[in-house]
């Protein structure tokens, strides 16, 4: 009673404070319907609204659309400080590609909708509440669902931004109740890297190291390990100061950090004015170990959120109403004065010092990398701070005295984005040890030399802070019309947009306009129609060709509504819905803005005249202007069904298929240089791509047990129809005919055996070949290797096939669910992953067992070892392709909620206890190094997993 008692009071004052024109009214209100205390069942996902972009929202069964849907609920397990990293497998037709970095920094996913379309801007569009901001530091607490909109009917309405598909996000907002709810969710965790590479130590390298050099017929005696027993020396330990062998991995990363964060929500309301309001603390720490020792100053990765936002929807009057947001973001970064890619470097390659010289110095090395633990610790840190806020103010008025079902809304809605970051550095000095094996006396240590290098700067350098500010205002405004006559369904809208968003104030404002609406229509709730439209511009096309026009038609047919299958057992609900539109793309690609312009640009400086001490200015003719510029053009169409079988099992599916015509292209590609001129892009691509979407859920009951199934999975393929190719040598060769980003590569069939197999061979251009060098297959059996030999092999690096899939159970109390996300359909290069030697970089066992040498002949899987680079051998070929198929778990939740009868006598209405793991484990094919294989990346920061405690508690 206490806590209601102080919750009324602060969100009655919070109301007052706020909005004090209304009138505070205790009474409750018969016709308002109450939250429940009771545990909802959960719904299905045929059975939920879904919000469509400047319309009403509508229920699944009303969706012509192709929309797919996820109540955020649904991805809170997930722990990230990203909201775009919950999405993972969560939505069909959504492929989102995780990223690699430390919390919070560089690890903002990839997303796209139903494959590539282009092989321009595949960029996609997200909208938090229909405005585009930031939506990765979101809270899931304040999200009410994400929809990914997909075909032409759910897209035509936004234009020239419309092509590459939209993810639109909707943030909760209050409902009228009895009581205010109060919601606090808090999660604590542990992370660690889910996977570091398996790199051999210093004397592995040094023996290898070795063989590349006998390989490369080259003497011992004149490289980094002269004799075999300095070689001996790495591997023993005998003389760690002087032949170290470090594991840097142990030294530079802590085996687990540690991560929290805290949302606080309060909800409720009476009819004529309702509020939501969010707060959020998110703190994540990075892996960098021994950062507070002998400093004031942690230099280990921090990130720091605070969230805050506030929905008020208010009734001005009786035919006046408002609806008001506020969300703020602040963020702060620590992070070492180091790039991270260069610690990771560091930790796989071969570094001959150790952490600390027997004087207490550290260790390191001329002509090395730096010794990573004394970066982090002595070479200071940045900081960085970014800021958003967004403020919508949305104004609605009632016409129902011009005719009932009318109303006009006003709406803008402001975003600023602003960050600022410092430095503080400061150098260190290093002792370098210099043995002197040659000089060692028989039965006595070896002995060395000692350099000091650098200087130990006891005060920090600090840079002063500089940062960006981005500003973007949106206007909207429209009337909207929906009425129903008798078993007609009617809904009309017409709106006007306006957008500026300037980007730093040296840059020209974008701009954009649309004129847009939404007619549609639907009898008995059986048959549906419905048409968007429009008229769209921007200023990055010349005058007078800055419009265009993206209509789109789509309809449903609810068979299950039809005497042939009304009360059919099997069938509950059937709708065949589908749709046909044109959308638009408008990012001109790498050339920039206002390409129909013809620039001058500066030149080199010239003599000119009599006065030979002054240098005359000039200028340059600079990428010819294309008059013609204009949007990619997106023509999509869509098929599909609705289902619910059983009253268990829900089913939803579409095929899809978009022709793509005026992608921007780079003329480098088909007109020669002879031409002596530089040329803008033109819209000469064509592509087209076709697939499927699935999204299936199945709920079932025995006795006590409810259990649940659920899973999405996409398929798209692509194929370039025209991407304006020079005359090629072959028709092999060309990428039309191929999916975009296709690889082109050389056939391995073996390595060379010995001087007469490659003597017997086609002469291989690539530089010198050697015994144990690969051999290539001649495609056009001219005698030669090159570039000409270069196939289609394969798949491309994105997905043809991605899915999602989860399961669980309850039972008295207790729930158990797993989530699994994967893909399939992808190849991928393990070259950059298993290159040893070259740039000190370490070997895996794999490399150690499998190079080739003249005892392992064809059965080698890696070529002989050298120290040379080696184009032959490194470049893109079959040798190297691997599948990148992987299968994650996820996540793995196990939870408790307490029975109602014991937590109402503590005034609460639902407390629940949880454990969970993130990337638990993943299912993968390659085998030659330990590497995520979303990343295949070994010297980077590694994708996280995560062992989470958590509590939510609703009161």
């Known amino acids: 009673m206490i806590i209601n008692k102080l919750n009324s009071i602060l969100l009655g004052g919070i109301l007052t404070l706020s909005l004090p024109a209304i ?41 012509s659309s192709a929309i797919s849907t996820v109540k955020a609920e649904d991805t809170r397990s997930f722990n990230t400080p990203k909201f775009g990293n919950t999405l993972l497998g969560q939505l069909s037709g959504l492929y989102v590609s995780a990223a690699a970095g430390a919390p919070g920094d560089n690890d903002n996913p990839g997303l796209s909708i139903r494959g590539r379309q282009t092989f321009g801007d595949n960029g996609l569009v997200v909208l938090v509440d229909g405005f585009e901001t930031d939506y990765n530091n979101l809270l899931a607490d304040e999200i009410e669902s994400v929809s990914v909109l997909k075909d032409a009917g759910s897209l035509s309405i936004y234009g020239l931004d419309g092509a590459n598909g939209i993810v639109l996000i909707t943030t909760k907002r209050g409902k009228v109740a009895d009581k205010n709810q109060i919601t606090f969710n808090a999660r604590a965790g542990l992370q660690q890297a889910s996977v570091l590479p398996n790199f051999l130590g210093n004397g592995d390298f040094a023996e290898l190291y070795n063989v590349g050099m006998l390989s490369d017929g080259k003497v011992i005696s004149s490289g980094l390990f002269p004799s075999q027993a300095i070689v001996d020396y790495y591997k023993s330990g005998e003389y ?122 550290f260790g390191g090395a001329q002509g090395y990398r730096a010794n990573p633990v004394a970066s982090i610790l002595q070479g200071g840190f940045g900081s960085l701070n970014d800021r958003t806020v967004d403020a919508n103010v949305k104004v609605i008025g009632k016409l129902d005295f011009i005719t009932p079902g009318l109303k006009a809304f006003a709406q803008l809605n402001f975003n600023n984005f602003y960050f600022s970051f410092y430095n503080k550095t400061r150098g260190f000095a290093f002792e370098e040890i210099i043995p002197l094996p040659n000089q060692a006396i028989p039965g006595e240590p070896i002995p060395f030399n000692t350099i000091l290098r650098g200087d130990n700067n006891p005060n920090f350098a600090f840079s002063q802070p500089s940062g960006t500010q981005i500003n973007r205002t949106t206007f909207i405004s429209g009337t909207e019309y929906e009425r129903a006559f008798g078993n007609h369904q009617v809904y009309a809208s017409a709106m006007y947009l306006q957008e500026k968003f300037e980007f730093a104030a040296s840059q020209i404002p974008f701009a954009k306009q649309n004129i847009m609406g939404r007619l549609s229509y639907n009898f008995k709730s059986k048959y549906f129609g419905e048409f968007t439209y429009a008229f769209s511009g921007s200023e990055s096309f010349p005058r007078g060709s800055r419009f265009g026009f993206f209509p789109s038609i789509a309809g449903g047919w609810v068979l299950s509504e039809e005497n ?33 312009n013809q620039f001058y640009l500066r030149s080199d400086n010239y003599l000119l005249g009599n006065n030979l001490g002054v ?72 592509t087209e791509n076709r697939g499927v979407d699935l999204t299936l859920s199945y709920n079932g009951k025995v006795k006590n047990v409810e259990y649940y199934f659920g899973g999405n999975a996409s398929y798209a393929k692509n194929n370039i129809i025209n991407i304006e190719e020079p005359l090629r040598a072959d028709t092999y060769l060309y990428a039309k005919g191929n999916p975009i980003n296709q690889p082109f590569i050389l056939e391995a069939v073996g390595f060379f055996q010995d001087a007469a197999d490659i003597a017997n061979s086609p002469q291989q251009l690539f530089g ?38 989860n399961g669980g159970f309850k039972f008295k109390g207790f729930d158990l669910n797993a989530f699994f996300q994967g893909v399939a359909g992808r190849d991928v290069s393990i070259q950059g992953a298993v290159t040893p030697i070259l740039n000190n970089i370490k070997p895996t066992q794999w490399v150690k067992d499998n190079y080739w040498t003249p005892e392992r002949g064809n059965s080698a899987q890696f070529p002989r070892l050298t120290t040379e680079a080696n184009d032959n051998n490194y470049r893109a070929s079959t040798l190297w392709q691997r599948s990148g198929n992987f299968l994650r778990l996820r996540t793995l939740e196990l939870g408790y909620t307490f029975p109602k009868q014991l937590t109402r006598k503590i005034n609460v209405n639902n407390l629940r206890l949880y454990i969970s793991g993130n990337n638990l484990y993943t299912w993968d094919n390659i085998d030659e190094i330990d590497v995520d294989p979303e990343i295949l990346n070994p010297l980077t920061h590694p994708m996280l997993k995560s062992y989470n405690v958590g509590l939510s508690l609703q009161l």
């Open 23 to 63: 009138a505070q009214d205790n009474k409750v209100v018969s016709a308002a319907k109450p939250d429940t205390t009771t545990q909802e069942k959960k719904q299905t996902f045929l059975e939920y609204d879904v919000n469509v972009l400047f319309g009403p929202r509508v229920k699944r069964s009303a969706l």
């Open 240 to 361: 760690p100061f002087l032949y170290p062998d470090v594991n840097w991995y142990n030294e530079v990363l802590k085996p687990t950090t540690n991560s929290q964060d805290y949302n606080l929500t309060f909800r409720g309301g009476k009819p004529n004015a309702k509020y939501f309001v969010a707060l959020g603390l998110a703190d994540y720490n990075g892996l960098y170990d021994n950062t507070d020792k002998d400093r004031l100053i942690n230099s280990n990765y921090k990130f720091r959120r605070y969230n805050v936002r506030a929905n008020f929807d208010v009734d001005i009057t009786d035919f006046l109403s408002s609806e008001f947001s506020l969300r703020g973001t602040t963020l702060d970064k620590k992070y070492p004065n180091i790039a991270e890619t260069a610690i990771w470097q560091t930790l796989g390659t071969f570094n001959p010092y150790p952490v600390r010289t027997p004087s207490g110095r």
């Open 564 to 596: 042939f299958l009304r009360g059919n057992k099997t069938v509950d609900f059937l709708k065949l819905r589908g749709s046909v539109g044109l959308t638009g793309n408008d990012r001109a690609g790498s050339t920039g803005r206002f390409i129909y």
């Open 615 to 686: 240098d005359a200015t000039t200028f340059e003719q600079g990428p010819l202007a294309n008059p013609d510029v204009t949007w990619e053009k997106a023509l999509k169409y869509n098929i599909g069904f609705d289902a619910s079988l059983y009253k268990r099992l829900n089913v939803a599916v579409d095929y899809f298929y978009e022709y793509r015509n005026d992608i921007f292209i780079s003329p480098s590609n088909f007109i020669p240089a002879v031409i002596g001129a530089t040329f803008n892009n033109l819209n000469r691509g064509e």
């Open 768 to 805: 010198r070949v050697l015994p144990g060098d690969i051999k290539y297959k001649d495609q056009n059996n001219d005698g030669f290797i090159d570039d000409n030999d270069r196939i289609p092999v394969g798949n491309t690096s994105y997905p043809s096939f991605w899915y999602g899939f």
